[in-house]
């Protein structure tokens, strides 16, 4: 049997496209003599479309774009991921299902059993699990088609109570074909292929693999579709971070590929530029702008726009005050100088000037601090958001995970704009993609790398005034956030106990300024945003 | 038996709260001769405490303040909701419980078995479905004690395929309890008491049910506990909107009460008061600022920010621009005058044109339009955030539902702020609110409810100039927003086809600005924020 892995970016709720480039993989797979062609999971609509799914319109919609595929399918099967309707009165109204086209006409449903209700999913807000299990047979092969999470029942502390592979095998199928849209984190390529592998260890048949690729505002889906063997070996694999398409024949197994072995930051700076590129793409933008300080942070999501946009499209905005360092205009020119892009220069001394008169009478008495640093931030807010206004452009944020953990920004400010790129990168994470994009010639000027951060709100300002230092302050932060340790375990590992306790207040007592921050990349386990929910107003841990 | 109820607030996180209350309410019972007091459910954390429940140190809080609690449980028992770890490998970690405390110690755990996963609702993310059912025994009496949505699966369409009542129904108990934390809405409190009577009639026998109170942020809970015979009449009702405390006699019921009757408006005026109040003192702030054009939005915002917080407590902020209308700063003053709290002239002019001026080179040969006046919004947001900053006070935002639903406002201009007071309400529902509020005295000028909607961002502005009537525009929200309509089926009510396709695509895409907007005050059964989940990039609707 030839089985065609397509492994396509979707466009939510855009049927007209969505079910275009499927037809024309259809047809491209017919031309090649595959007797079968895969989809990812709910390709029909593009993954996640949320809410989406509570308009009968938008499932009426899915269900006219599925009949239309159907008709291509005439000397082929295809297997497409759709929402479909749940006939039983009790329970949720939909199943998240695998379409099984054959004929001109759908020749099975199959639905999801295990449905992802963590992190950024929220899959049990929509449908109703499957309790049914069949395998479909095709050409005389019998096949158990799952629905990506269906087959991660597999390890200790399992989340789920039933394993749907364990009751489809009692009927012997040949193969396995799973349909997925699992979004790329740093550590989930490697964990995704081990359960993938794991599973076709267990059942020991082929295993045939197919994920979404592309963004869809914060989540990114990385591809990396895959077929092994029943030896449970990497027989073909798709590209990461692409479009890619490829037929695989049971009959003749190719042998077995070697693992690309990417590093993590490799991975997270293509995730990023995929990112940025889509978000842009799909929203029919072309131009960026953002706030260039000469800073790390915006060196790099400048790089990382240059490499998604094309440099022509992406114009910094120098907002110099009085007390921008000469040191900072300079680093930031000699990027812009490597970069090769455009940038315009905005002095905002004039406009912080006449905020701070017609405040005046309001403030006497009071001493500068915190408000004057917030208005100059604000300031500079303004004059990105009118540039962007006027132009047509989307403000790419520069704020970075260790910043917006601890609040470190201004809300308004610095962390105004359309999509917050570094949001999920911690600080020294920001540090090593400098060194991966410098890895073979300077593009991030050297003095940025090695200048103490500052946020040069007021004369001679460090970060380290108010934060510890980044290496610090990123490990007590990813015990945090990312391993959800509480003070107690925290400081167990030998960190000091009043710092523990006074970044982890500052973390609870932002969630405020989060709420309100551009969507942020996800390119980690746990990123701010859709995967992290927690209460505005709440004391744990305040004290 | 003499059952206690016990309608209480609770801080989300702060355990030592918390139990100190459940405490004094079970000493407090017991003076009162109660065989047993009942709490709300996940009283002992609050509710919601969403993924705080995914840290080990969090859960073991909830645990100890539980045993805590349980050593005052001598000689009465208690009913208190709290997290359970699941002792099974599979499945998720948690229940949602409830502690059956008595001599004491635990008695007897009893979990959750419908999980509302839906709207605001998440519950699937953090715990495992209970399926096994057991009545509980006190005193000789046998209890089915169940949790909040567990009752209500009576109606057609139900979301889940068990019916626990129905389980339980079989070990003949002979009274039921259920624990609560149903937020509200302002159809809901009908809905809840209807559920309830269902039960109370199917199974005939008494019903006592403890419903959480006060506000989280951005859900309201509205109280209302509530004790009906076996004969379903209501027998107890507690306060609404307040902390409450009853006890019901199931020897010796009271006389059946009357239904107390709220109006709509009534409701959702004492929900956004109670909203308010508690967001202000959970977070420990006294003081709110807002910005007052002399519209109704802010005008309506300054009398429920001097009811909740107290006048002196409420400053308001008048920022003219050129632009303003004598009409508007009298209209300003006059409502300042009615309420008698503080305020604060601030003309912006000199600002924008100093803006205007920095930028009058880069936008030479382009046309004043939105920009410009987006440089006015975001002047004033400048500077109510500096006001904000320096004095220690939450600035209110006044963006309601249908400037929020279609865009109508301007990110990090008036769609600043902590908490956006109206952002559930449509503007036809601001000037009930208006007529509600003026009901026994002039509160809100009649010339602030006569005269047309505007902006006031240029020369003679009106808001119908890029808006329908706010009748029809609301009409066809509420269409789409709460009762998810799509195109089709709103046109084949009779409005007009480009007028709905255009605020339909209007309201998607807009969705980027209101993922910045400060949390709203949930009144509604569909408003923006953790209720109402759409993709940023999509294109459903948009052609």
Same mark, same amino acid.
């Given at each position: 049997m030839r089985v065609a892995l397509a492994q396509l970016d979707y466009h939510i709720g855009n049927f007209e496209l969505n079910t275009q480039k499927i037809i024309d993989k259809i047809i491209l797979a017919k031309s090649k003599k595959a007797d079968i062609v895969v989809f990812s999971e709910l390709s029909i609509c593009g993954y996640p479309p949320r809410d989406f799914l509570e308009f009968n319109d938008f499932i009426r919609g899915c269900t006219e774009s599925i009949l239309k595929i159907a008709s291509y399918c005439d000397g082929i099967a295809a297997i497409v991921g759709g929402p479909s309707l /749940?006939?039983?009165? %009790?329970?949720?109204?939909?199943f998240n299902s695998a379409y099984f086209l054959a004929d001109k006409g759908i020749k099975d449903i199959i639905h999801k059993t295990l449905l992802p209700t963590y992190d950024v999913f929220d899959e049990y807000r929509y449908f109703e699990p499957n309790t049914v299990f069949e395998c479909i047979e095709y050409k005389g092969v019998k096949i158990a088609l799952t629905i990506c999470e269906?087959?991660?029942?597999?390890? *200790? /502390?399992?989340?789920? #109570?039933?394993c749907p592979m364990d009751e489809l095998i009692q009927q012997k199928p040949e193969l396995m074909i799973n349909i997925a849209a699992s979004p790329f984190d740093y550590k989930h390529i490697e964990e995704r292929k081990k359960a993938l592998r794991d599973n076709a260890e267990k059942y020991g048949i082929p295993l045939f693999y197919v994920n979404h690729v592309g963004a869809q505002t914060e989540l990114i889906f990385d591809g990396g579709s895959v077929a092994f063997n029943s030896k449970a070996e990497v027989v073909n694999e798709l590209k990461y971070f692409a479009e890619d398409f490829n037929i695989v024949d049971t009959e003749d197994f190719d042998e077995p590929v070697l693992d690309f072995g990417f590093s993590t930051i490799e991975l997270i700076y293509d995730a990023l530029v995929l990112g940025i590129k889509e978000y842009f793409a799909k929203l029919g933008f072309k131009k960026a702008i953002l706030g260039m300080s000469g800073g790390i942070d915006s060196a790099i999501v400048l790089a990382l726009a240059v490499d998604a946009l094309?440099? %022509?499209?992406v114009t910094s905005i120098l907002l110099p +005050? !009085?007390? +921008?360092s000469e040191g900072s205009v300079n680093d930031a020119l000699a990027m812009l100088q490597n970069s090769q892009s455009p940038y315009e220069i905005i002095p905002i001394e004039n406009i912080v000037d006449t905020i701070e008169q017609t405040l005046h009478e309001k403030f006497e008495h009071t001493t500068p601090g915190l408000t004057e640093e917030n208005i100059q931030a604000r300031s500079r807010g303004l004059i990105l958001m009118a540039m962007s206004n006027k132009f047509g452009s989307i403000l790419l944020n520069t704020t970075n995970k260790s910043e917006a953990a601890v609040g470190y920004g201004t809300l308004y400010g *610095?962390?105004?704009?359309?999509? =917050? #790129?570094?949001?999920? #990168?911690y600080k020294t994470q920001v540090y090593e993609l400098a060194r991966y994009i410098n890895? &073979? $010639? $300077?593009?991030?000027?050297s003095s940025i790398i090695t200048k103490a951060p500052s =946020? $040069?709100?007021?004369?001679? &300002?460090?970060?380290s005034d108010s934060l510890p230092d980044y290496t610090m302050l990123d490990k007590i932060l990813f015990e945090y956030? %990312? &391993?959800? !340790?509480g003070p107690h375990e925290i400081i167990a590992l030998g960190f000091d106990a009043i710092l523990v306790q006074r970044i982890l207040k500052m973390v609870n007592t932002s969630e405020y300024k989060r709420h309100q921050m551009p969507p942020v990349l996800r390119v980690?386990?746990? =990123?701010?945003? +859709?995967g992290r929910r927690l209460p505005i107003v709440a004391t744990y841990l305040h004290t």
């Open positions: /749940n006939p039983k009165r %009790e329970g949720k109204d939909l269906d087959l991660w029942n597999i390890n *200790d /502390n399992p989340l789920y #109570v039933i094309g440099k %022509e499209n +005050s !009085k007390y +921008s *610095d962390m105004c704009g359309g999509l =917050a #790129v570094l949001g999920d #990168v890895r &073979q $010639e $300077e593009i991030i000027p =946020a $040069e709100l007021r004369p001679d &300002q460090k970060d956030i %990312e &391993q959800r !340790k980690s386990p746990k =990123a701010f945003g +859709s």
